[in-house]
């Protein structure tokens, strides 16, 4: 069978896909016998184009990850409202013209995995890293009026706090904690974002949007305390969906 529809994941050091394996089990649940899924695993950004160009005409959609969500919106011809709002893609639609637009469906991802795990109680959150990721949990965030602050290696701004500034008070005042750095990720397992953990308890809600391990050091701390806690599996399904729907627009 000719292959007519390419789709791929943008990134670097990605053969851990969660999305390639995804898209081929979801092609062959619908028998798309002529679609195909593979990583583009980019050392630099600067091969973009010629990545695209290699692939035309038979490339119809991309998604993009780390470490790249950022640095791929000076390539695109046009980005989507939110997406400009974020200021991070993570969906690229290729149309029938050639024109390349950006999306950003981490943050339906982010919104429909989180939802069923808030009360009314979450008023704070902390938002771990201010990668492309975080800025979409922060768009989330801001819809939903849950405040926010990100947390990173040095204070920057008002906004964010640095990781030595996190304290007891912080802790037990911010009732949602969403981890958006790789600390953690298969291999390196027993790694997790600096914080004073101790000062967790059952009130808390641990969100970390790796998905492999699916219980991280960091989502380990919250169980022992009987916290609430995900892992990014459940946003990557939904995020996945989106982009489907999409590149079939």
């Not at 695993?41 to 959609?61: M, Q």
């Not at 912080?170 to 600390?183: K, M, Q, R, S, W």
Request: with cysteine.
């Amino acid at each position: 069978m000719e292959l007519k529809q390419l789709f791929g994941l943008v990134g670097r050091d990605i053969e851990y896909s969660f999305s390639r394996n995804y898209f081929q089990n979801k092609f062959e649940a619908l028998q798309l016998i002529d679609c195909k899924y593979v990583n583009f695993d980019l050392e630099s950004i600067d091969v973009f184009r010629e990545t695209i160009s290699a692939n035309r005409p038979i490339l119809k959609g991309l998604n993009v990850t780390i470490p790249y969500k950022e640095a791929v919106i000076p390539f695109l011809d046009q980005l989507d409202s939110e997406a400009q709002q974020i200021g991070a893609v993570n969906t690229i639609s290729i149309k029938p013209s050639g024109k390349l637009v950006g999306y950003n469906t981490d943050v339906y991802g982010f919104e429909q995995a989180l939802r069923p795990m808030l009360n009314q109680t979450v008023k704070r959150a902390l938002i771990l890293g201010t990668g492309g990721a975080s800025k979409a949990v922060a768009f989330v965030l801001h819809k939903l009026n849950i405040e926010f602050y990100f947390v990173s290696r040095s204070s920057k701004n008002a906004q964010t706090l640095a990781y030595s500034d996190i304290d007891k008070s912080l802790i037990e005042n911010h009732a949602l904690i969403v981890n958006c750095t790789p600390l953690g990720t298969h291999p390196n397992i027993e790694e997790c974002p600096d914080l004073p953990y101790e000062f967790l308890n059952n009130n808390h809600i641990l969100f970390d949007l790796i998905y492999n391990p699916t219980l991280t050091t960091f989502l380990s701390k919250g169980k022992a305390v009987g916290a609430q806690y995900s892992n990014g599996y459940k946003m990557l399904e939904f995020q996945a969906e989106k982009s489907w729907d999409i590149w079939n627009m």
